[in-house]
Protein backbone atom coordinates (compact mmCIF):
# COMPACT_ATOMS: atom_id res chain seq x y z
CA UNK A 1 0.00 0.00 0.00
CA UNK A 2 2.51 2.51 0.89
CA UNK A 3 4.05 2.48 -2.42
CA UNK A 4 1.75 4.63 -3.38
CA UNK A 5 2.54 7.16 -0.61
CA UNK A 6 4.25 10.57 -1.48
CA UNK A 7 6.78 11.52 1.05
CA UNK A 8 4.67 13.92 2.82
CA UNK A 9 2.02 11.07 3.61
CA UNK A 10 4.68 8.41 4.52
CA UNK A 11 5.61 11.10 7.10
CA UNK A 12 2.57 11.46 8.51
CA UNK A 13 2.07 7.75 8.73
CA UNK A 14 5.73 7.63 10.71
CA UNK A 15 4.51 10.33 12.91
CA UNK A 16 1.45 8.42 13.77
CA UNK A 17 3.62 5.62 14.63
CA UNK A 18 5.90 7.64 16.96
CA UNK A 19 2.99 9.45 18.50
CA UNK A 20 1.46 5.83 18.95
CA UNK A 21 4.91 5.19 20.76
CA UNK A 22 5.11 7.76 22.83
CA UNK A 23 1.56 7.07 24.21
CA UNK A 24 2.75 3.69 24.97
CA UNK A 25 0.01 2.19 22.90
CA UNK A 26 0.30 -0.97 21.05
CA UNK A 27 -1.68 -0.06 18.05
CA UNK A 28 -2.08 2.69 15.60
CA UNK A 29 -5.48 4.21 15.53
CA UNK A 30 -7.38 6.50 13.42
CA UNK A 31 -7.04 9.29 16.12
CA UNK A 32 -3.04 9.30 15.90
CA UNK A 33 -3.34 9.65 12.65
CA UNK A 34 -5.16 12.49 13.71
CA UNK A 35 -2.46 14.35 15.74
CA UNK A 36 0.00 12.76 13.12
CA UNK A 37 -1.95 15.12 9.86
CA UNK A 38 -2.16 18.19 12.40
CA UNK A 39 1.87 17.88 13.76
CA UNK A 40 3.01 17.65 9.87
CA UNK A 41 0.58 20.48 8.45
CA UNK A 42 1.76 24.03 8.55
CA UNK A 43 0.64 27.12 6.70
CA UNK A 44 -2.12 27.49 4.83
CA UNK A 45 -2.82 23.65 4.42
CA UNK A 46 -3.64 24.06 8.52
CA UNK A 47 -5.71 26.89 7.90
CA UNK A 48 -7.57 25.04 5.33
CA UNK A 49 -7.81 21.98 8.04
CA UNK A 50 -9.06 24.46 11.02
CA UNK A 51 -6.10 23.15 12.70
CA UNK A 52 -5.13 26.89 13.23
CA UNK A 53 -7.59 27.08 16.21
CA UNK A 54 -6.60 23.83 17.70
CA UNK A 55 -4.13 23.88 20.79
CA UNK A 56 -1.94 21.00 20.49
CA UNK A 57 -1.59 20.20 23.81
CA UNK A 58 -6.01 19.88 24.39
CA UNK A 59 -5.76 17.85 21.03
CA UNK A 60 -3.37 15.33 22.78
CA UNK A 61 -5.28 14.94 25.75
CA UNK A 62 -8.67 14.37 23.66
CA UNK A 63 -6.95 12.04 21.66
CA UNK A 64 -5.45 10.10 24.61
CA UNK A 65 -8.91 10.41 26.21
CA UNK A 66 -10.53 8.95 23.07
CA UNK A 67 -8.30 5.52 22.99
CA UNK A 68 -8.75 5.44 26.88
CA UNK A 69 -4.97 4.54 28.17
CA UNK A 70 -3.06 6.86 30.15
CA UNK A 71 0.29 7.81 28.77
CA UNK A 72 2.48 4.60 29.69
CA UNK A 73 6.17 5.35 30.16
CA UNK A 74 6.94 1.49 29.11
CA UNK A 75 7.09 1.16 24.86
CA UNK A 76 5.45 -1.73 23.43
CA UNK A 77 7.68 -4.33 21.22
CA UNK A 78 5.89 -3.31 18.48
CA UNK A 79 2.80 -1.26 16.84
CA UNK A 80 0.30 -2.32 14.58
CA UNK A 81 -2.67 -0.62 12.87
CA UNK A 82 -6.05 -0.61 14.28
CA UNK A 83 -8.75 -1.93 12.18
CA UNK A 84 -10.11 2.02 12.14
CA UNK A 85 -6.46 2.97 10.60
CA UNK A 86 -6.97 0.64 8.35
CA UNK A 87 -10.50 1.77 7.41
CA UNK A 88 -8.90 4.98 6.73
CA UNK A 89 -5.33 4.15 4.75
CA UNK A 90 -8.20 2.30 2.58
CA UNK A 91 -10.48 4.90 2.11
CA UNK A 92 -7.68 7.13 0.69
CA UNK A 93 -7.19 4.69 -1.50
CA UNK A 94 -10.57 5.31 -2.98
CA UNK A 95 -10.61 8.92 -2.58
CA UNK A 96 -7.52 9.11 -4.61
CA UNK A 97 -8.86 6.92 -7.28
CA UNK A 98 -11.76 9.46 -7.17
CA UNK A 99 -10.09 12.46 -7.66
CA UNK A 100 -7.86 10.53 -10.62
CA UNK A 101 -4.95 10.45 -8.63
CA UNK A 102 -1.99 7.63 -8.75
CA UNK A 103 -0.06 8.72 -5.09
CA UNK A 104 -1.45 9.45 -1.82
CA UNK A 105 -1.43 12.83 -0.92
CA UNK A 106 -1.89 14.58 2.37
CA UNK A 107 -4.88 15.51 1.08
CA UNK A 108 -6.55 12.62 0.99
CA UNK A 109 -5.87 11.49 4.59
CA UNK A 110 -7.08 14.55 5.82
CA UNK A 111 -10.27 14.04 3.51
CA UNK A 112 -10.57 10.45 4.43
CA UNK A 113 -10.21 11.03 8.29
CA UNK A 114 -12.91 14.49 8.06
CA UNK A 115 -15.43 11.99 6.29
CA UNK A 116 -15.20 8.98 7.88
CA UNK A 117 -17.91 9.72 11.19
CA UNK A 118 -17.52 6.40 12.55
CA UNK A 119 -14.31 6.33 13.72
CA UNK A 120 -12.51 7.85 17.15
CA UNK A 121 -10.46 10.64 14.86
CA UNK A 122 -14.26 11.82 13.86
CA UNK A 123 -15.60 12.24 17.73
CA UNK A 124 -12.36 13.98 18.57
CA UNK A 125 -12.75 16.68 15.20
CA UNK A 126 -16.24 17.12 17.38
CA UNK A 127 -14.92 18.59 20.13
CA UNK A 128 -13.10 21.50 18.95
CA UNK A 129 -16.04 23.11 16.59
CA UNK A 130 -14.67 22.23 13.77
CA UNK A 131 -16.95 23.31 10.47
CA UNK A 132 -16.22 20.06 8.94
CA UNK A 133 -18.74 20.40 5.94
CA UNK A 134 -16.34 23.35 4.48
CA UNK A 135 -13.52 21.74 5.60
CA UNK A 136 -14.68 18.77 3.18
CA UNK A 137 -15.68 21.26 0.86
CA UNK A 138 -12.62 22.91 0.77
CA UNK A 139 -10.26 19.75 0.23
CA UNK A 140 -12.55 18.55 -2.29
CA UNK A 141 -12.51 21.76 -4.43
CA UNK A 142 -8.42 21.62 -4.25
CA UNK A 143 -8.77 18.04 -4.89
CA UNK A 144 -10.96 19.23 -8.27
CA UNK A 145 -8.08 21.77 -9.30
CA UNK A 146 -5.68 19.35 -9.72
CA UNK A 147 -7.91 16.87 -11.73
CA UNK A 148 -6.57 16.83 -15.11
CA UNK A 149 -8.98 14.72 -17.19
CA UNK A 150 -8.59 17.02 -20.05
CA UNK A 151 -5.11 17.52 -19.82
CA UNK A 152 -3.17 18.19 -23.13
CA UNK A 153 0.30 17.46 -22.83
CA UNK A 154 2.66 20.85 -23.42
CA UNK A 155 5.20 19.22 -25.28
CA UNK A 156 2.91 18.05 -27.94
CA UNK A 157 1.50 21.37 -29.13
CA UNK A 158 5.01 22.43 -30.63
CA UNK A 159 5.59 21.99 -33.81
CA UNK A 160 7.67 19.36 -35.15
CA UNK A 161 10.55 19.97 -36.85
CA UNK A 162 11.29 16.56 -37.78
CA UNK A 163 15.02 15.70 -37.07
CA UNK A 164 14.73 12.77 -38.93
CA UNK A 165 14.38 14.65 -42.01
CA UNK A 166 16.85 17.08 -41.33
CA UNK A 167 19.35 14.44 -41.05
CA UNK A 168 18.28 12.52 -43.98
CA UNK A 169 21.40 13.15 -46.07
CA UNK A 170 23.83 12.36 -43.07
CA UNK A 171 21.87 8.81 -43.11
CA UNK A 172 22.80 8.23 -46.31
CA UNK A 173 26.44 8.47 -46.39
CA UNK A 174 26.14 5.66 -43.92
CA UNK A 175 28.40 2.70 -44.85
CA UNK A 176 26.53 0.23 -44.96
CA UNK A 177 23.07 2.28 -46.40
CA UNK A 178 25.07 3.48 -49.21
CA UNK A 179 26.51 0.10 -50.31
CA UNK A 180 22.93 -1.34 -50.27
CA UNK A 181 21.65 1.87 -51.99
CA UNK A 182 23.95 1.74 -54.17
CA UNK A 183 23.36 -2.26 -55.38
CA UNK A 184 20.03 -1.34 -55.17
CA UNK A 185 19.93 1.66 -58.06
CA UNK A 186 21.85 -0.45 -60.15
CA UNK A 187 19.05 -2.92 -60.95
CA UNK A 188 16.21 0.27 -61.78
CA UNK A 189 17.91 -0.24 -65.31
CA UNK A 190 17.11 -3.93 -65.57
CA UNK A 191 13.45 -3.33 -64.78
CA UNK A 192 12.74 -0.06 -66.48
CA UNK A 193 12.19 1.91 -63.68
CA UNK A 194 13.79 4.98 -62.23
CA UNK A 195 12.38 5.19 -58.93
CA UNK A 196 14.13 3.05 -56.13
CA UNK A 197 11.54 0.96 -53.86
CA UNK A 198 11.44 -1.20 -51.22
CA UNK A 199 11.83 -4.30 -53.18
CA UNK A 200 15.00 -3.49 -55.08
CA UNK A 201 16.30 -2.36 -51.68
CA UNK A 202 15.51 -5.84 -49.60
CA UNK A 203 16.63 -7.67 -53.08
CA UNK A 204 20.20 -6.08 -52.26
CA UNK A 205 20.21 -6.90 -49.00
CA UNK A 206 19.17 -10.59 -49.89
CA UNK A 207 22.12 -10.87 -52.14
CA UNK A 208 24.71 -9.76 -49.92
CA UNK A 209 25.42 -13.12 -47.92
CA UNK A 210 27.73 -11.35 -45.31
CA UNK A 211 25.21 -9.60 -43.98
CA UNK A 212 23.87 -11.25 -40.56
CA UNK A 213 20.48 -10.35 -41.60
CA UNK A 214 20.35 -12.55 -44.56
CA UNK A 215 21.55 -15.42 -42.95
CA UNK A 216 18.52 -14.57 -40.58
CA UNK A 217 16.30 -14.46 -43.47
CA UNK A 218 17.74 -17.69 -44.67
CA UNK A 219 16.75 -19.51 -41.58
CA UNK A 220 13.28 -18.12 -41.66
CA UNK A 221 12.89 -19.88 -45.76
CA UNK A 222 13.51 -15.75 -47.13
CA UNK A 223 16.00 -16.68 -50.07
CA UNK A 224 16.78 -13.97 -52.85
CA UNK A 225 15.34 -16.90 -55.21
CA UNK A 226 11.89 -17.26 -53.46
CA UNK A 227 11.83 -12.87 -53.46
CA UNK A 228 12.64 -12.78 -56.72
CA UNK A 229 9.86 -15.43 -58.05
CA UNK A 230 7.66 -13.65 -55.52
CA UNK A 231 8.42 -10.64 -57.30
CA UNK A 232 8.27 -11.37 -60.90
CA UNK A 233 4.87 -12.89 -60.37
CA UNK A 234 3.84 -8.97 -59.27
CA UNK A 235 2.52 -7.18 -62.55
CA UNK A 236 1.48 -3.64 -60.87
CA UNK A 237 3.74 -1.44 -58.83
CA UNK A 238 0.99 0.68 -57.05
CA UNK A 239 1.49 -0.68 -53.63
CA UNK A 240 5.02 1.47 -53.39
CA UNK A 241 2.87 4.47 -53.90
CA UNK A 242 -0.09 4.28 -51.15
CA UNK A 243 -0.68 7.25 -49.72
CA UNK A 244 1.69 9.36 -52.39
CA UNK A 245 1.23 13.19 -53.02
CA UNK A 246 4.37 13.54 -54.63
CA UNK A 247 7.55 11.47 -56.17
CA UNK A 248 10.77 11.43 -54.94
CA UNK A 249 14.09 9.50 -56.23
CA UNK A 250 12.62 6.97 -53.48
CA UNK A 251 9.50 5.94 -53.64
CA UNK A 252 6.87 7.17 -51.33
CA UNK A 253 6.81 3.52 -49.01
CA UNK A 254 10.65 3.61 -49.57
CA UNK A 255 11.58 6.32 -48.29
CA UNK A 256 9.12 5.69 -45.10
CA UNK A 257 10.90 2.29 -44.62
CA UNK A 258 14.15 4.00 -44.33
CA UNK A 259 12.54 7.09 -42.08
CA UNK A 260 11.32 3.85 -39.56
CA UNK A 261 14.97 2.34 -40.22
CA UNK A 262 16.60 5.80 -38.25
CA UNK A 263 14.14 5.02 -35.84
CA UNK A 264 14.29 1.68 -34.88
CA UNK A 265 18.40 2.22 -34.84
CA UNK A 266 17.65 5.11 -32.07
CA UNK A 267 14.95 2.96 -30.38
CA UNK A 268 17.23 -0.21 -29.77
CA UNK A 269 20.47 1.83 -28.98
CA UNK A 270 22.47 2.41 -32.05
CA UNK A 271 23.98 4.58 -34.07
CA UNK A 272 25.06 2.42 -36.71
CA UNK A 273 22.31 1.92 -39.36
CA UNK A 274 22.27 -1.67 -40.42
CA UNK A 275 20.77 -3.83 -42.97
CA UNK A 276 19.15 -5.12 -40.34
CA UNK A 277 17.09 -1.69 -39.33
CA UNK A 278 16.50 -1.37 -43.28
CA UNK A 279 14.65 -4.75 -42.69
CA UNK A 280 12.85 -3.31 -39.56
CA UNK A 281 11.72 -0.12 -41.00
CA UNK A 282 9.88 -2.18 -44.17
CA UNK A 283 7.91 -4.41 -41.30
CA UNK A 284 6.94 -1.34 -39.52
CA UNK A 285 5.81 0.67 -42.46
CA UNK A 286 3.37 -2.83 -42.93
CA UNK A 287 3.51 -1.07 -47.08
CA UNK A 288 5.31 -1.49 -50.06
CA UNK A 289 6.00 -4.72 -52.21
CA UNK A 290 9.03 -5.68 -49.94
CA UNK A 291 6.36 -6.10 -47.39
CA UNK A 292 3.76 -7.75 -49.11
CA UNK A 293 6.69 -9.81 -50.97
CA UNK A 294 7.29 -11.12 -46.60
CA UNK A 295 4.38 -10.88 -45.36
CA UNK A 296 3.11 -13.67 -47.83
CA UNK A 297 6.06 -15.85 -46.88
CA UNK A 298 6.09 -15.64 -43.26
CA UNK A 299 2.61 -15.15 -42.40
CA UNK A 300 2.61 -13.47 -39.21
CA UNK A 301 5.12 -9.80 -39.52
CA UNK A 302 4.45 -9.52 -35.58
CA UNK A 303 6.47 -12.39 -34.39
CA UNK A 304 8.82 -12.01 -37.12
CA UNK A 305 9.58 -8.50 -35.98
CA UNK A 306 10.25 -9.69 -32.26
CA UNK A 307 12.40 -11.97 -33.41
CA UNK A 308 14.12 -9.98 -35.94
CA UNK A 309 14.33 -7.42 -32.77
CA UNK A 310 15.68 -10.10 -30.75
CA UNK A 311 18.37 -11.20 -33.15
CA UNK A 312 19.88 -7.60 -33.93
CA UNK A 313 19.86 -7.12 -29.82
CA UNK A 314 21.05 -10.15 -28.56
CA UNK A 315 21.09 -8.91 -24.64
CA UNK A 316 18.46 -6.10 -24.27
CA UNK A 317 20.50 -2.59 -24.88
CA UNK A 318 20.42 0.29 -22.61
CA UNK A 319 18.47 2.56 -24.80
CA UNK A 320 15.64 0.27 -25.48
CA UNK A 321 14.93 -0.91 -22.06
CA UNK A 322 14.64 2.85 -20.85
CA UNK A 323 12.06 3.63 -23.84
CA UNK A 324 10.00 0.40 -22.89
CA UNK A 325 9.72 1.73 -19.17
CA UNK A 326 8.95 5.37 -20.46
CA UNK A 327 6.15 3.49 -22.22
CA UNK A 328 5.38 1.69 -19.21
CA UNK A 329 5.05 5.31 -17.25
CA UNK A 330 2.55 6.92 -19.74
CA UNK A 331 0.27 3.51 -19.79
CA UNK A 332 0.62 3.67 -15.76
CA UNK A 333 -0.87 7.23 -15.96
CA UNK A 334 -2.98 6.63 -18.56
CA UNK A 335 -1.14 9.01 -20.76
CA UNK A 336 -0.77 8.36 -24.63
CA UNK A 337 2.13 10.43 -24.67
CA UNK A 338 5.75 10.19 -24.07
CA UNK A 339 7.12 13.59 -23.46
CA UNK A 340 10.90 14.22 -22.07
CA UNK A 341 9.18 13.41 -18.85
CA UNK A 342 8.88 10.43 -19.25
CA UNK A 343 12.09 9.88 -20.68
CA UNK A 344 13.59 10.83 -17.77
CA UNK A 345 11.53 8.34 -15.71
CA UNK A 346 12.25 5.76 -18.44
CA UNK A 347 15.95 6.59 -17.12
CA UNK A 348 15.82 6.36 -13.46
CA UNK A 349 13.50 3.18 -13.70
CA UNK A 350 16.13 1.47 -15.66
CA UNK A 351 18.42 2.33 -12.91
CA UNK A 352 21.89 1.24 -13.51
CA UNK A 353 22.96 2.90 -16.61
CA UNK A 354 25.49 6.30 -16.19
CA UNK A 355 22.34 8.48 -16.16
CA UNK A 356 20.56 7.01 -13.43
CA UNK A 357 23.61 6.68 -11.36
CA UNK A 358 24.47 10.01 -11.52
CA UNK A 359 20.63 11.51 -10.59
CA UNK A 360 21.00 8.86 -7.63
CA UNK A 361 23.71 11.12 -6.28
CA UNK A 362 22.25 14.44 -6.56
CA UNK A 363 19.10 12.82 -4.52
CA UNK A 364 16.62 12.21 -7.30
CA UNK A 365 14.71 9.43 -6.56
CA UNK A 366 12.20 7.37 -9.19
CA UNK A 367 9.54 7.87 -6.81
CA UNK A 368 9.37 11.51 -6.19
CA UNK A 369 10.05 11.97 -9.68
CA UNK A 370 6.57 10.47 -10.39
CA UNK A 371 5.13 12.34 -7.95
CA UNK A 372 6.66 16.24 -9.55
CA UNK A 373 5.23 14.63 -13.34
CA UNK A 374 2.14 13.28 -12.28
CA UNK A 375 1.80 17.30 -11.06
CA UNK A 376 2.39 18.78 -14.22
CA UNK A 377 0.24 15.88 -16.75
CA UNK A 378 -1.96 14.41 -13.93
CA UNK A 379 -3.36 11.30 -14.04
CA UNK A 380 -5.89 9.93 -17.25
CA UNK A 381 -9.48 9.39 -15.83
CA UNK A 382 -9.38 6.17 -18.47
CA UNK A 383 -7.12 3.85 -19.85
CA UNK A 384 -4.81 4.67 -22.63
CA UNK A 385 -5.56 1.79 -24.91
CA UNK A 386 -3.89 3.67 -27.96
CA UNK A 387 -0.10 3.29 -28.79
CA UNK A 388 1.82 6.25 -26.94
CA UNK A 389 3.46 8.78 -28.85
CA UNK A 390 6.53 10.76 -28.54
CA UNK A 391 5.76 14.73 -28.32
CA UNK A 392 8.57 16.80 -31.03
CA UNK A 393 10.53 17.38 -27.87
CA UNK A 394 11.13 13.97 -27.12
CA UNK A 395 11.46 13.17 -30.52
CA UNK A 396 13.83 15.85 -30.26
CA UNK A 397 16.10 14.64 -27.30
CA UNK A 398 16.24 10.84 -29.42
CA UNK A 399 17.93 12.81 -31.91
CA UNK A 400 20.29 14.85 -30.06
CA UNK A 401 21.15 11.54 -28.20
CA UNK A 402 21.71 9.75 -31.61
CA UNK A 403 24.56 12.61 -32.42
CA UNK A 404 25.54 12.91 -28.94
CA UNK A 405 26.67 9.37 -28.63
CA UNK A 406 27.73 9.01 -32.75
CA UNK A 407 30.15 12.42 -32.47
CA UNK A 408 31.85 10.60 -29.27
CA UNK A 409 32.59 7.57 -31.94
CA UNK A 410 29.99 5.16 -29.54
CA UNK A 411 28.43 2.21 -31.04
CA UNK A 412 25.48 2.48 -28.48
CA UNK A 413 23.00 5.33 -27.37
CA UNK A 414 23.35 5.16 -23.63
CA UNK A 415 21.69 6.47 -20.74
CA UNK A 416 23.84 9.59 -20.25
CA UNK A 417 23.34 10.40 -23.75
CA UNK A 418 20.06 10.84 -23.32
CA UNK A 419 20.03 12.34 -19.54
CA UNK A 420 22.63 15.16 -21.55
CA UNK A 421 19.92 15.73 -24.46
CA UNK A 422 17.58 16.60 -22.10
CA UNK A 423 19.84 19.22 -20.71
CA UNK A 424 19.73 20.78 -23.46
CA UNK A 425 16.28 21.63 -23.56
CA UNK A 426 15.66 23.82 -20.69
CA UNK A 427 12.28 23.96 -21.00
CA UNK A 428 10.83 20.56 -21.23
CA UNK A 429 9.02 19.16 -18.51
CA UNK A 430 12.07 16.82 -17.79
CA UNK A 431 13.83 19.42 -16.70
CA UNK A 432 10.79 20.98 -14.43
CA UNK A 433 10.88 17.63 -12.92
CA UNK A 434 14.38 17.96 -12.14
CA UNK A 435 14.28 21.90 -10.92
CA UNK A 436 11.45 21.01 -8.40
CA UNK A 437 13.35 17.92 -7.17
CA UNK A 438 16.55 20.82 -6.14
CA UNK A 439 18.79 20.15 -9.29
CA UNK A 440 20.00 22.21 -12.50
CA UNK A 441 21.49 21.66 -15.62
CA UNK A 442 25.62 22.25 -14.46
CA UNK A 443 24.70 19.92 -11.22
CA UNK A 444 23.43 17.23 -13.92
CA UNK A 445 26.40 17.50 -16.21
CA UNK A 446 29.12 17.44 -13.70
CA UNK A 447 27.32 14.61 -12.50
CA UNK A 448 27.61 12.68 -15.71
CA UNK A 449 31.25 13.86 -16.40
CA UNK A 450 31.89 12.74 -12.66
CA UNK A 451 30.33 9.08 -13.23
CA UNK A 452 31.99 8.82 -16.93
CA UNK A 453 35.04 9.05 -15.07
CA UNK A 454 34.73 7.23 -12.41
CA UNK A 455 33.92 4.19 -15.17
Known sequence: MFEKFTQKAIEIVTQAQEEALKFGHSQICSEHLLLALYIQTKGVQAKILGFDKVERSKLIEEVNFSIGAKINPSVPHSVTFSQSARNILDETLTIAKKYSSRFI????????????????????????????????????????????????????????????????????????VEEILNNAASKLSTCGYEILGTEQILQSILENENYDV?????????????????????????AEFENSEKQVIFTPNAFKAMILAIDSAKELGSVEIKPEHILLGMIKSKEGIAYNILKDIIKDTSVFEEKLTKEITGKTPEMLSILRLAKEEANNINRKYIGTEMLLLGILAHGTGIGAI???????????ARYEVEKLVGYGSEPNEENVEYTPRAKKALECAYEIAKSHNKTKIMSENLLYAITRQKECLAMKVLEALGTDVLEIKYGIRKELEAN
Not at 214 to 238: A, D, P, Q, V
Not at 358 to 368: F, R
Open 358 to 368: ALHKLGITLKD
Open 214 to 238: TKFLEEKGITKELFLEKLNGISSRS
Open 105 to 176: LPQHIALALFSSKNSGSYKVIKKFDLDEEKIISNLTRLLDKNKKDDFEHPESAEESTNPTLQNINNFFKEKN
